[in-house]
């Protein structure tokens, strides 16, 4: 019997268009328009796939964002962006294998919009589409924009649940032979191979069938990135793929561990559920190098753009009364957003002695969990210690400035780890499922 194949790591690409340093968009060497320039998109799927990256990830935001027009008015983040959808779909036509993951939430959404979108991309893609399923908070305004109010911290996992469970049930109107599209008989599709879903429930009521035929991968991969305890169950019954941000190794194994066994608890194979936390790399062929660069980035950024990102990422909180030079305050940890956003900040101040003023400036040079500069050496010293210490499944890539970052890692970073035997040289197969290491789901009406 052949020895099991050596695991390998998994590594997206999370593409902010102009990169994920909030002060990417004035780097010489960025994009300005990237957001709605197809061309820059097209060049950095099919760079990522020509380096075996697993799948793109795109985020979203319905809405543009509020705050200080000193700072806003500074960022280019979720403003001047295609939605990604659309851009996914564009993006599979002149891609073969790499995945295509997509931001959808199911807050401002209906499942059969969302079930019928996806299983297109899925076919339009040949099997490559990922759902990332978020529930949006009160923080970004977007239900403003939807004649409504915010949902209920509490209610809002209990309405996702609802949403997937339509979503994965629209899936499988169709048996994977519904269509026999016979000439010769004249029969298009096979009605006894039709379901009707006929959904009744407390958040929606969706007759179904779904009008496109099963997905290639039966449902798409299904991602998820919430971090509060609700955000956990919930990614221990869907999700396939779990995006984190833990700081430091030892937060990280625990919450690794964590997730796998709220997997293994709720019956699923916990080698299933890949754990994937952000990364944002700063690579040089020196550390001096690195340092230089990502100095020349935080050189780029203003206080008003970096309280505001700190502000966000602590669910909204106004810190506009903060003594900017003294530790956070710890009695300001009420919030209605992001529970586990404010925490980790929290956290962050606390572990590294950080002033308000610093934490704002550091956190925004990277929105990722992690933030590394240095050689590739270096770096893959800290994603092998992670990989192989029981902290992650691989990465979610979040390069500092596009394309120039990703251009680093593609030519210093991804070669390292192949010599060290931790990262693929050709995909596995055909669709993302397949590349993850995941199976089809069998439709629930399959004998």
Not at 339 to 347: C, F, K, N
Not at 400 to 406: D, E, K, Q, R, S
Request: with cysteine; proline share 6%; hydrophobic share 40%.
């Amino acid at each position: 019997m052949a020895a099991p194949a050596k695991p390998m790591m998994k590594l997206n690409l999370f593409i902010n268009p102009t990169g994920h340093h909030q002060a990417a968009w004035r780097h010489p060497d960025a994009q300005p328009d990237a957001g709605v320039n197809l061309d820059h998109y097209v060049a950095l799927a099919q760079l990522a796939e020509a380096a075996k990256i697993d799948a793109i990830f795109l985020a979203d935001n319905q809405s543009v964002r509020h705050g200080d027009p000193e700072a806003v008015g500074r960022v280019a983040q979720y403003v001047a962006n295609f939605e990604p959808l659309t851009l996914l779909s564009a993006l599979s036509a002149v891609t073969s294998r790499i995945g295509l993951i997509a931001t959808a939430s199911t807050t401002f959404n209906f499942p059969y919009q969302v079930a019928r979108k996806f299983a297109s991309l899925d076919h339009l893609s040949h099997g490559r589409a990922g759902w990332n399923i978020v529930t949006s908070s009160s923080t970004n305004r977007e239900e403003e924009n939807f004649g409504g109010t915010a949902i209920a911290h509490a209610d809002r996992y209990e309405r996702a649940s609802e949403f997937v469970e339509i979503c994965r049930g629209l899936w499988d109107s169709w048996d994977d032979d519904a269509f026999p599209r016979d000439r010769q008989t004249g029969i298009f599709s096979d009605m006894n191979k039709l379901h009707v879903l006929d959904h009744q429930g407390p958040h929606f009521s969706v007759r179904g069938p779904l009008n496109v035929p099963r997905c290639p991968q039966g449902y798409p991969v299904h991602v998820q990135a919430g971090a509060s305890d609700a955000g956990r169950d919930f990614a221990a019954r869907y999700a396939e793929m779990i995006f984190v941000t833990p700081q430091s190794l030892s937060l990280a194994q625990a919450q690794y561990a964590d997730m796998k066994a709220r997997a293994a608890g709720a019956g699923r194979d916990p080698t299933h559920v890949k754990i994937l936390p952000g990364l944002a790399p700063v690579v040089g062929r020196t550390e001096a190098e690195a340092r230089e660069k990502f100095e020349q980035l935080q050189s780029l950024l203003t206080l008003p753009v970096a309280l505001n990102i700190l502000s966000m990422r602590m669910g909204g909180l106004d810190i506009s009364g903060f003594d900017l030079d003294q530790p956070f305050p710890e009695s300001a940890r009420q919030t209605t957003g992001s529970r586990s956003g404010l925490e980790a900040m929290v956290e962050r101040s606390r572990r590294e002695n950080l002033t308000v003023r610093q934490l704002a400036l550091k956190t925004a040079g990277s929105l990722a969990g992690l933030s590394v500069h240095g050689s590739a050496a270096e770096i893959v010293d800290m994603m092998e210690e992670w990989f192989v210490g029981g902290a992650c499944d691989g990465f979610n890539l979040q390069p500092a400035v596009l394309p120039g970052t990703f251009k680093d890692i593609v030519e210093l970073v991804l070669p390292e780890l192949r010599r060290r035997g931790l990262f693929r040289t050709e995909y596995e197969g055909h669709t993302l499922r397949e590349n993850l290491g995941l199976p089809r789901p069998a439709s629930r009406y399959a004998a």
